[in-house]
């Protein structure tokens, strides 16, 4: 028998699964936010991924660790009720932004993927909860890159 591993680590309304000293595990990034949590300071709702789980990934070959994908979704439910948006919802999306993050400072090394779930129809949605298409439209960034090579 296997001891579950835990993946996922939430930081959302006050909750902290996490704190500064598990850099090892969170990145500087996941520690850094679990420990801003566990102090009261307002953060924008998110989870880590963490590093045990990228290692976890390639020692798999490249396939998710059992209960990742799981945990994961328990995250974005926590998130969603912290937000008061649902992800893929037309009317009140819940946008997420994706920010790599290590143990040692790698500035300018990895990726950040913004306003993932903004889409053809969910465009609508931030369209009405903000009243400015403008501001709707410059965070799509499809249509922005289309409009910038217009």
């Not at 909750?15 to 566990?38: C, F």
């Amino acid at each position: 028998m296997t001891a579950k591993h835990k993946y996922v680590y939430l930081f959302a309304n006050g909750i902290a699964e996490g704190q500064g000293a598990w850099r090892d595990l969170l990145g500087g990034k996941g520690a850094g936010l679990a420990e801003m949590t566990a102090l009261g300071i307002r953060v924008p709702p998110g989870c880590t991924i963490s590093t045990e789980a990228c290692r976890a990934y390639y020692a798999a070959g490249n396939r998710y660790p059992e209960g990742m994908w799981d945990e994961l979704l328990v995250a974005l439910q926590n998130i969603e009720q912290a937000v008061g948006a649902t992800f893929g919802d037309r009317r009140r999306p819940l946008l997420l932004s994706v920010r790599s993050g290590a143990r040692e400072s790698m500035p300018g090394m990895m990726d950040t993927v913004l306003n993932i779930g903004l889409n053809d129809e969910t465009v609508q949605g931030l369209i009405q909860s903000s009243d400015n298409p403008r501001f709707a439209y410059d965070s799509y960034p499809v249509l922005s890159l289309c409009l910038a090579m217009w």
